[in-house]
Nanobody, 125 residues
Framework: QVQLVVSGGGSVQAGVSLTLSCVVS????????MGWFRQAPGKEREFVAA????????RYAASVKGRFTITRDNVKDTLYLEMNNLKPEDTAVYYC??????????????????WGQGTQVTVSS
């Protein structure tokens, strides 16, 4: 069974950078499409970024494009989200997601069957 363990959240000032990590365990070196979603208090969950396996296809939400970068290390079975120039509106719980498959990508939460535990990112102005 796939397990996703997320780390790297925290409280930061606006304008700084933060990197989230998501380690995949349970099925090492398997082919997973992966992504990040987030949910702010009182708001619906929203798509942030996604990456196909092995990593050629990328997709970003308009609100983070140009500031966030999604990457993956398939040897370490780890997904990353580098977040630059953070804004208060980026404050949310961030979730790592995965779904088996290669050369496939999605920005729809229902397409991903595996979810990590979430990590809080708080950006103050």
């Amino acid at each position: 069974q796939v397990q996703l363990v997320v780390s790297g959240g925290g409280s930061v000032q606006a304008g700084v950078s933060l990197t989230l990590s998501c380690v995949v365990s349970g099925t090492p070196h398997s082919q997973f499409a992966m992504g990040w979603f987030r949910q702010a208090p009182g708001k619906e969950r929203e798509f942030v970024a996604a990456i196909s396996w092995p990593g050629a296809n990328l997709r970003y939400a308009a609100s983070v494009k140009g500031r966030f970068t999604i990457t993956r290390d398939n040897v370490k079975d780890t997904l990353y989200l580098e977040m630059n120039n953070l804004k208060p509106e980026d404050t949310a719980v961030y979730y790592c997601v995965a779904r088996p498959g290669s050369h496939w990508i999605s920005d729809t939460a229902a397409d991903f069957g595996s979810w990590g535990q979430g990590t809080q990112v708080t950006v103050s102005s």
